[in-house]
Structures are given as structure tokens and as C-alpha cells.
């Protein structure tokens, strides 16, 4: 066991704004990158079948990402997009990436 969780504490993320006053709202999505792999917690049931609302989910994820890399100076909004699309084109299809995660249930 390293000393890493002993010295220094996670970084974990706000509540995005509106949420805490928002009617109804859920988590979809918890990911982290731990040594060098992606972890994810995802809540399958959110969508039913749906399918195509966890893609909607997953571009507009893509637009905030493009907006903050131009917020930062990185790169301008479209070739932010098109970085990304790129991206998830070429690993999408067959990605062997190290990945673990799990599917849980919501938390009441």
C-alpha cells in the first residue's frame, strides 16, 4: 500500500450548480483515473434500453470537455470537438484499454 492515500487526499469534484436545488436529479457517471486506468461507476438503469440518451450523454460531456480546453487556451472549441471525436472513434470500436469498474445500483 502506498503512502499516497496517507499524504494527500483525493481530488474529487463538486456537485455541478443546480443540482442540490433541482427537484429530481441523479448521478449517471463517477469515473477516475487510478494508476494508470480508468475506473468507472456508472448507473445502468438510468436510461432503461435507451441507448441512444447515454450517447446524447456522452456529447454533451464532449461539449463541456471542448469548452473547457478553449476556457484554458488549450485549443479552440471545434478542433477541441474534432480532437475528441477522433478520439473516441479510434477507441471506441475495439478498445483494449486497462479498464474496471462496476454497475451498481443507486444509493437512496
Do not use: C
Not at 436510461?47 to 454533451?60: M, S
Not at 472513434?89 to 475495439?94: E, I, Q, R, Y
Amino acid at each position: 500500500m502506498s503512502d499516497f492515500h496517507d499524504s494527500e487526499p483525493l481530488l474529487e469534484l463538486d456537485v455541478p450548480d443546480g443540482v442540490p436545488e433541482a427537484e429530481q436529479a441523479v448521478e449517471l457517471i463517477r469515473a477516475w483515473v487510478a494508476d494508470g486506468a480508468l475506473a468507472v461507476t456508472l448507473n445502468g438503469e438510468a436510461f432503461g434500453p435507451q441507448l441512444e440518451e447515454w450517447g446524447r450523454v456522452l456529447a454533451q460531456i464532449g461539449h463541456h470537455i471542448a469548452h473547457a480546453a478553449s476556457l484554458n487556451g488549450e485549443l479552440g472549441e471545434q478542433h477541441s470537438m474534432d480532437a475528441l471525436r477522433k478520439g473516441f472513434d479510434a477507441s471506441f470500436p475495439a478498445s483494449e484499454l486497462a479498464t474496471y469498474g462496476k454497475v451498481r445500483k443507486r444509493v437512496h
